[in-house]
Every structure is written in structure tokens, then in C-alpha cells.
């Protein structure tokens, strides 16, 4: 056993971390973990009215956006993604790769993974004024991501989210066009299926283009908490937050509730997965 | 790493005065199945540690729990998380002994059935299990192969309800390696 042993610690494999999140969203953003390959993950995002609305609207349960949408893991390291929001009728598209993974030995040992999504929206609601001359791109909007997470322990993953997102139009020349935003996030395991997630972004008050403000008129930062549970081929994520909207200009820059006061709403996310592609014939 | 490595492989072989009766692998294959009603699970681990002495008839596997390979990924996520934790217990491994090595002839080429007996640690739990098999000679190349049976339950691996049907209790160990000269 001993040579085992020895010979064991001499042949180093590069050992990556894996599941520091249980599904590729930590609430409504992105977690530094994708679909593996050939691994289809179809991703079910309710949202509910505010509960602070009251008995009339059922505390919020009246009203409900939702995200139908469908990832793909392309290799390893690879994912793209499409969704249809009610929200704003919109649909995006992302791609997210993974540039460095968490590894322990190895010859590039690293102590953090570090994950870029680049997300584009499309806002399909009837222009506001049809009479004037409205240009598609007009309906564009674009989210970039830098995420840099670590499992800290089997219990503790966090991760930061530098965030950028840019608006083609505007309404507005005082309203920024391009948005900076710092978003934290992460989990605590509180069994071996589930856990507790918060997220939260910060919009920065960084303009590059005088006479402009740093954020959209009367908008607010995202924050929600919530827990995954995992269950086989689901993961079940129920939270609550102060976004409307589940695609990232809608969460970062477009939030108005305030968490504390109340404007909270309750949703959760399905994620199954399906397998594509059988992982080990790919090798 | 191939220079090391056979710097590792003299200094090993120096050490050991009889290495010539050691015959070992790391390239070894393990596959487990658990088959219920619903759902096959199965997986693979083509990178299984092994080393055999032919004249004493000891024998030790290491096995690498985050080697195995399943169909699924999200099957190969759960098994490291939530069954056999693999952070935690990284390693399976077995230490015993080929009882009847002396009914193996290894200049003759054949089959020869064999009994295995020792200790499996796995999950942080060691049990004493024994086994048969059968070691085969080929233009003396030594390999040997078995199959046997294990109960999740004495590992302390716990299967919730919620799955119950899906994952069966006992789990079909196959081992099949094929043993290098040690010198």
C-alpha cells in the first residue's frame, strides 16, 4: 500500500473542484458552474407580484414574469444559452466560458475559477412611439460578466460578479447608457441537498460621459436570497427578491423594489437537465 | 513526468530486494452497476492502481473515487457530493490477500480460479470482504479479473427515499486488471 502511495503522489492529476454551486444560476445571475457537456438544461423562472401588495393581489401571487429557458453545454469550459422573458417581452441569448477552474494540484494549481458570460437582450414590446423612425438595434441591450468564485469549503462557496451593461438607446441624455455594477454572491450548504443562496448587486457610481448619472432614474440595488434544493435530475430554487425581471440588464440596472421595504417577491427556478450526449463515448 | 517516473520506478525497485514476484498497474479497470427498476447506473475507472505479489499472494487496489466516469454528469456530480463524498474520502482502497496463490502456476498459461480475502476501506469505513476470481497467464502477461457484490448500507452511503428506486442497494463490482512486471 505504501508504493501505492508513493507512486500515487508522484503521478500529480489535476484535481478540479467541482459543484461549488448546485446549477449554473445562483438567483437570478449567472453562478460560475455550466451545464457540462452535452448536457441540455432547460430552466423554468417564475417571479411573483411584490408581497407587500396585500391581501388584494394575494400578496403578490397574482401576478407572475417568467423565463422559459434552454442552456447548452458545448465542451467542458462552453455554454451558450437562449430565453423568452414575459418581462418585457424579451429574449436573450448568452454564451458563458469558463476561463480558469478551481484546481488543487496540477501544474497550474489555482486557488479561485474565474468564469466570463456576455449576455444580449432584445426588447420586443410595440415601440412607444410607432410614428417616429425606430431602428431594431434600438431594442438592444448588452450584459458582460467577469465571475470570480471559490469554494471555500464543502459548506462555503462565494463569488463576485463585476458587471457592465449597456443600453443601445436610452431614454434620456442624462440617463447612462453604460451601466458598472459589483455583484456578490454565494451559498451555504445546509445539508447535503440543500442550500442558502444570497446574491447581491451594487450598481457604481462610475459615469464615463459628463452631465450623465451612474444609474437609471428611480432604480434600486438587487438583492435576494433564497435556497436550492436538489432532487436528482432537478434543482429546485426558491428565493426572494427584489427584481422583477431574470435576465441581467433587467436585475442589475432595471430593479426598483427596495428589500426592505418590503417590495419583495417571491419565485423560483426549475432546472432539469437532460443528457445529450453520453459523457464518456466523448473521450 | 515519464522521467520521474522511472526515476520513482528504480528507486522503488531497488528498495524492494525481491521486486522481481511484484507485478503491478495503473491502468486497471474498475465499473460498478446498480441496477433497480428504473433507473441503470453504472460507471467506469480506468485508472486503478494495483499491485500484486506473486509469490505471497498480497494484494492492494487504490482506487480514485473522482475517476470513475458515469453516463451522466450530473450522475458523476452526485456521486462525489452526495454519496461516497470523494473531498472528503478520496480514496477507496483494498488490502489483502490472494489465499490460494500457489494453485496459480505464472509460467503456465491458463485460467486459475482464485479466492480473495482482505479489508475495503471506502467512504471512511473498512470492511473484510472476500471474493472469487480467477488470475490468467498469457505469454506472461499476469491479469486478473473478479466480480462481487457490496451493500451501500455497510459503507455508511445512504440512498434518500426520494431516489430509493432509482439507486439499488447492492452494487456489482467488477474488477478487471492487467499486471506489468514490477523490473
Redesign the interface.
Known amino acids: ?1 505504501k ?6 503522489k ?2 500529480k ?1 489535476k ?1 478540479y473542484t ?2 461549488t454551486f448546485k446549477t449554473s444560476r445562483l438567483i437570478n445571475g449567472h453562478s460560475i458552474e455550466n451545464a ?4 441540455l438544461d432547460l430552466k423554468i423562472s417564475h417571479r411573483f407580484g411584490m408581497v407587500n401588495k396585500g391581501a388584494y393581489e394575494f400578496f403578490g401571487l397574482d401576478q407572475a414574469t417568467m423565463r422559459l429557458g434552454l442552456d447548452y ?1 458545448i465542451s467542458n469550459r462552453l455554454m451558450i444559452g437562449i430565453g423568452h422573458s414575459t418581462y418585457q417581452k424579451q429574449y436573450d441569448a448568452f454564451g458563458k466560458f469558463k476561463i480558469i477552474r478551481q484546481s488543487k494540484s496540477g501544474s497550474w494549481p489555482s486557488p479561485i475559477s474565474v468564469s466570463a458570460v456576455s449576455s444580449v437582450m432584445l426588447n420586443t414590446l410595440k415601440w412607444e412611439d410607432p410614428s417616429r423612425k425606430n431602428f431594431y438595434t434600438s431594442r438592444l441591450a448588452f450584459a458582460h460578466q467577469l465571475i470570480i468564485a471559490r469554494k471555500f469549503s ?1 459548506g462555503l462557496s462565494l463569488q463576485v460578479m463585476p458587471s457592465f451593461v449597456h443600453y443601445n438607446i436610452v431614454a434620456a441624455v442624462t440617463i447612462p447608457n453604460d451601466i458598472y455594477a459589483m455583484g456578490v454572491g454565494g451559498r451555504i450548504k445546509l445539508s ?2 440543500l442550500s442558502f443562496n444570497a446574491e447581491y448587486y451594487h450598481v457604481l457610481s462610475i459615469s464615463l460621459v459628463p452631465g450623465e448619472d451612474y444609474r437609471l432614474p428611480g432604480t434600486k440595488n438587487s438583492l435576494a436570497v433564497g435556497f436550492d434544493i436538489e ?3 432537478h434543482v429546485f430554487q426558491l428565493h426572494f427578491t427584489s427584481s422583477t425581471g431574470m435576465t441581467e440588464k433587467t436585475f442589475i440596472t432595471e430593479t426598483t423594489g427596495d428589500f426592505f421595504k418590503g417590495d419583495i417577491h417571491f419565485g423560483f427556478n426549475v432546472s432539469r ?1 437532460f ?1 445529450i450526449k ?3 463515448k466523448k ?1 | ?1 515519464k522521467k ?2 522511472f526515476v ?1 520506478f528504480f528507486i ?1 525497485a531497488a528498495a ?1 530486494a525481491n521486486a522481481q514476484n511484484i507485478v ?1 498497474t ?1 491502468t486497471g479497470k474498475v465499473s460498478f452497476y446498480s441496477r433497480s427498476k428504473v433507473e441503470k447506473v453504472e460507471a ?1 475507472n480506468n485508472e486503478v ?3 500484486l505479489n506473486t509469490q505471497s499472494g498480497e494484494l ?1 487496489f ?1 482506487v ?1 473515487l ?1 475517476s470513475f ?6 450522475m ?3 456521486f ?3 454519496y461516497v463524498e470523494s ?2 474520502f478520496p480514496k477507496a ?1 483494498f ?1 489483502g490477500k490472494i489465499t490460494n496463490i500457489t494453485s496459480v502456476n505464472f509460467i503456465k498459461d491458463g485460467a486459475y480460479p482464485v479466492t480473495v480475502e482482505g479489508e475495503l476501506t471506502m467512504h471512511g469505513v473498512t470492511k473484510t470482504i472476500s471474493s472469487n476470481g480467477s488470475v490468467s497467464v498469457k505469454a506472461g502477461k499476469i491479469s486478473a479479473f473478479s466480480k462481487f457484490s457490496i451493500k451501500l448500507k455497510d459503507y455508511n452511503i445512504s440512498i ?1 427515499s ?2 430509493g428506486d ?1 439507486i439499488s442497494e447492492d452494487i456489482d463490482i467488477t474488477v478487471d486488471c492487467k499486471y506489468e512486471p514490477k523490473s
Open positions: 500500500m508504493m501505492l502511495d508513493d507512486e500515487s508522484k503521478e492529476k484535481d467541482t459543484a457540462a457537456a452535452g448536457v453545454g464543502e447535503k441537498r432532487t436528482g435530475g437537465v443528457t453520453d459523457k464518456r473521450k | 513526468m520521474l517516473f520513482a522503488s524492494f503491478f495503473k467506469d492502481s494495483s499491485i492492494v487504490a480514485l473522482k466516469h458515469f453516463e451522466r454528469a450530473l458523476e456530480e452526485h462525489n457530493e452526495n473531498s472528503k482502497t488490502k434518500p426520494l431516489v432509482k
